[in-house]
């Protein structure tokens, strides 16, 4: 475990510059753990979709990042979904730079480069809502990763539990060896994430990344054979630990 942790501190110093809580929760405790907030944005029918994908990475996204964000990506769905949705992930540092970044009308700077974005009226709206998950890092990777290069393809997945008990016993199998083996069989993670607050608790999501879905399918093939993974699988301690799945394929934007 201390080995682990250490392997992914120093991958994660190299990270790009982007953006559960177990009770009782400690914000102390977990400072070195990033949090993540997984923004959906439902695009109205007929709306400027550019406009707002500029504006997400050219405004927004530097205005978290001025206010301590540590990073910020931004996805499309893979295929036509309908309606269009766009998913705008951040990484924070810890719950401070959180509630500081949700203050971005502060800073001078983001309202003059805004202003044209604040000026549209209603007839023009660009999205019809959008949703906001938060996640707290895991211990066994705390930090986000970097993508593969040249990388085109990004799975998201929410593990659902049937009860609380069932999530926290998932992430402990994560944080004691499924992460070691993701890596071993290149399903390349992310992040990962306990739901902190949103739908679908109690769960966890995490974000895998592959060149292309003939990597994705060979990739996941190797790590359902992997031996390790079966072991771990068989244990008592482990079972009944995911009643749903849910997943995305995303491409980056």
């Not at 054979?225 to 997943?247: C, F, G, Q």
Request: aromatic share 14%; glycine share 6%; proline share 5%.
């Amino acid at each position: 475990m201390k080995r682990r942790k250490f392997m992914y501190s120093a991958m994660a110093a190299g990270a790009l510059p982007m953006a559960s809580f177990s009770q009782p929760y400690n914000l102390a405790k977990d400072a070195e753990k990033e949090w993540y907030e997984v923004r959906t944005y439902e695009v109205k029918f007929g709306g400027n979709q550019q406009f707002l994908k500029d504006y997400l990475l050219k405004i927004l996204g530097p205005a978290l990042l001025r206010a301590g964000a540590n990073n910020y990506r931004l996805f499309g769905e893979l295929g036509n979904s309908d309606p269009t949705k766009l998913w705008f992930i951040i990484a924070y540092p810890n719950g401070e730079a959180f509630l500081k970044a949700q203050n971005a009308h502060n800073d001078e700077a983001y309202r003059g480069a805004a202003e044209e974005y604040n000026a549209l009226p209603q007839y023009q709206t660009l999205y019809n809502r959008f949703s906001s998950s938060l996640l707290l890092a895991f211990d066994g990777m705390p930090k986000m990763m970097d993508p593969v290069e040249g990388a085109s393809l990004f799975e998201l997945r929410t593990y659902e539990g049937y009860s609380e008990d069932a999530v926290r016993r998932k992430i402990k199998m994560f944080n004691e060896g499924e992460i070691d083996i993701f890596l071993q069989t290149g399903l390349h993670p992310v992040f990962f994430g306990e739901m902190i607050v949103g739908p679908y608790r109690p769960c966890l999501t995490y974000m895998i990344n592959f060149k292309d879905m003939e990597e994705h399918d060979a990739n996941w093939k190797s790590f359902s054979a992997h031996p390790e993974w079966k072991r771990m699988s068989a244990l008592d301690e482990y079972a009944n630990t995911v009643s749903n799945i849910r997943k995305v394929f995303l491409k980056p934007i």
